[in-house]
């Protein structure tokens, strides 16, 4: 039943070995092709043609909504079902999650692919069958009830009629269909070139919660919910919904989100059972379910920014792709980095940070651009472990780089209201020294193995990558739009349309065709991360309900009192224990929720505090013993697992540090006069610097002896408050070690060795 992200890689068999251009060397090529998951279907024929005008036309219905853009006016047809922009807010985010539910249910099976024909469980069509009958009965009974109110009828929650026919023709069918259908998707085997019943069915049922939610919620009753006053069907239809949301967030991202959010959907009916701060009131199934699929919960922050600026990027990567501009990434990284020692370790960290904060998830990330560059990385010498670790670290790393920032840096602006300019101009340090902290990793390593770059005729030739700089015009337009005041939406619609144009400079013109092919796999690339927003909206949800975070926040000051360091450290292992085999997003949300709150009120300025939360949320990918970034990249290098999760741990280790550096020294986020910030991002260069050296064994040139490497560890770590002192300590700590390691010369093998291995 489950789907695992490391099985994604292989569907890019082309990316696994380099492949040699005439006159140019290793050429990228297929780095932008979407991987199709082991769990999606192939369709073809009328299917793929249907799903495929499906996708399209959600990913081109979000863009014309988030510009106003008019269908009745721009065609000029007046059609009655005809969407009108601006859309009404609730409505449009039903929508935006009724319609990735629908879509995921027909792409992602709940199990895996039978081999052969006559292994397809036909006789469970037979049970489909009647389950989609009573989901048409739901779906029809929400469209009456929608005619009947648009007809005069006031509605009334507690009125026996309608509340007989809510329960009885609406909610009863409606949650038997979709639990009967869940259960059928696990067992139901069906080609992978076809529909399966079981979730035609489930995807009807997204379509009934959706219409009865519009129509309700177009009431007076919305303001009823987390009452008594509210209708019955609202409960059952939050109730059916937050089903097929966990059962689809299964399907794509795995069980952890679905097991912690299942871990929080119990606590909320047995926390009035539980002792201290933990202690909650009683809540009945109704007043939650009421409430739960509303802006305080799925319709959240999380869908807030799903639906308007992840959705954008969405679009925004796929033009990009449809040009083929995340291929010339990766080849000018490898044109600019490959003759380097190491020279592919440095490449990944190069074009992993430029994919990665476009796509917003590590571990497809790790896919994207770890097909080409960690076969590379072996074939120069790396070991099968560490070529992975390096990957998972590199493309972890995008989800901190400005200024898209894998779309967390949007969640962070919708939950803290600061301008996401502020949020992306403060991300610039913090970035850069995880960044160069890898590339110190990678060239030590690369010393120590006593690695070569890449030859010339391997490579691309650089002056031909710098012929073709314009294709970065789309990055940049979306830069300069930004901090020249347009909208976040404006000036993503702007690079969409700037990489349609730039395209017509390649041999890859975008015509009409192109387009619509961009905006079918922006439709399908979006599934996962808004199916995962909304599964993190039901945690969100929980903790406004039942009032933990409040309480978590107490326990935190509690703990500050006796250490603020200590109440850090706890709040860093709650942010990453929480973030553990989640996307991005989904990580950052649910922890911005739980332990910024606390922060905040422990005095930490709002920006401090979520840039605290969202790097932990982000390195949980690398953080074993669950770290998806991780195990992606040990299925394309064939190294274990867990070894390449503890050497991404190892080779990432900055990250772990720079939240520190940054909430002592709120310079490395530009608060404070340019003198501060640029002695702050300097002495901060030379700290990662001597951690790095102390992390790997190799300082100026040659091996370190244990108890030299510890003394550098521990210098490193002076450097983390920032101030003159500590930071001429630092520096003349790294001096002294420098100087001792040149005239002593202590012998590394004297007592053991200790190489840094993986």
Known sequence: MPRQDEEKHATHPELEASTLAEGGGVIAEGVDEEPVEANRRDFAGWRLMAVAWFAGLYAAFHMAALNGVSIRDWTGLNLPFLPTFPMETWNFRIIHVAGALFLGFVLFAGRSFPDEDDAETRWLNWPAMAFGVLALISLGTAIGFATDIAGGTMWNGMDPGIRFREIWWYGLPLLVASGGGIVLSWFHGRRRDGFALPDVVLGICAVAVAVYLITIYGTLMRNSTGTPFAPIGISMAALAGVALVLELTRRVAGLALVIISGVFLAYVFTGQYMPGFLNSPAISWERFFSQVYTDAGI???????????????????????????????????????????????????????????????????????????????????????????????????????????????????????????????????????????????????????????????????????????????????????????????????????????????????????????????????????????????????????????????????????????????????????????????????????????????????????????????????????????????????????????????????????????????????????????????????????????????????????????????????????????????????????????????PDPDAAFDVRGAD
Request: aromatic share 12%.
């Open 299 to 745: 319709l959240g922050p999380t869908t807030a920014v799903s639906s308007t600026y992840i959705i954008l990027f969405i679009i925004f990567a796929a033009f990009l792709s449809a040009s083929k501009v995340g291929d010339y990434f990766v080849n000018f990284a490898f044109a600019a980095a490959g003759r380097s020692r190491g020279g592919p370790a440095k490449v990944a960290i190069f074009a992993s940070g430029l994919m990665g904060m476009i796509n917003g998830t590590s571990a497809g990330n790790v896919v994207a651009t770890g097909s080409l560059t960690i076969p590379l990385m072996k074939k120069v010498g790396y070991r099968p472990t560490t070529a992975g670790a390096v990957e998972a670290a590199a493309s972890t790393g995008g989800q901190i780089m400005p200024p898209i920032m894998g779309a967390g840096a949007f969640i962070m602006a919708e939950i803290t209201g600061i301008p996401y300019t502020d949020i992306a101009l403060a991300a610039v340090i913090p970035a850069i020294l995880y960044f160069v902290s890898i590339y110190f990793m990678v060239d030590f390593e690369a010393a120590k193995l006593g690695m070569r770059g890449m030859t010339e005729d391997q490579l691309p030739k650089f002056r031909n990558m710098v012929r073709q700089v314009y294709l970065f015009l789309p990055i940049v337009i979306l830069i300069a739009a930004l901090f020249m005041g347009y909208s976040v939406i404006r000036a993503g619609t702007l690079a969409t349309l700037s990489a349609a144009v730039v395209s017509w400079l390649t041999p890859h013109r975008m015509g009409l065709r192109a387009i619509g092919k961009a905006f079918e796999l922006a439709g399908i690339m979006s599934i996962q991360i808004i199916t995962v927003c909304a599964c993190a909206g039901i945690i969100v949800g929980v903790i406004a309900l039942t009032g933990v975070g409040a309480r978590f926040s107490s326990l935190l000051l509690g703990i500050a009192g006796a250490s603020e360091l200590l109440a850090l450290f706890f709040a860093m292992f709650i942010a990453i224990l929480l973030g553990m085999g989640m996307p991005t997003t989904a990580a950052y949300a649910v922890a911005a929720s739980v332990v910024a709150p606390g922060l905040t009120n422990l005095g930490i300025p709002p920006l401090t505090a979520h840039f605290f939360v969202f790097y932990f949320a982000v390195v949980s990918a690398i953080t074993p013993p669950v770290a998806l970034a991780s195990y992606a990249a040990a299925g394309i290098s064939g190294a274990n697992a867990m070894a390449t999760s503890v050497a991404s741990f190892k080779i990432g280790i900055t990250a772990f540090v720079v939240p520190f550096m940054f909430f002592y020294n709120a310079a490395l986020l530009m608060d404070g006069t340019w003198l501060e910030i640029i002695r702050a991002g300097f002495t901060a260069i030379v700290g990662v610097f001597l951690l790095s050296a102390a992390v790997q064994g190799w300082f100026m040139g040659g091996r370190m002896v244990w108890w030299l490497r510890l003394v550098l560890g521990v210098v490193a770590l002076f450097m983390i408050e920032g101030g003159i002192v500590t930071d001429l300590i630092g520096i003349g700590g790294g001096i002294a070690v420098w100087a001792i390691q040149k005239v002593i010369r």
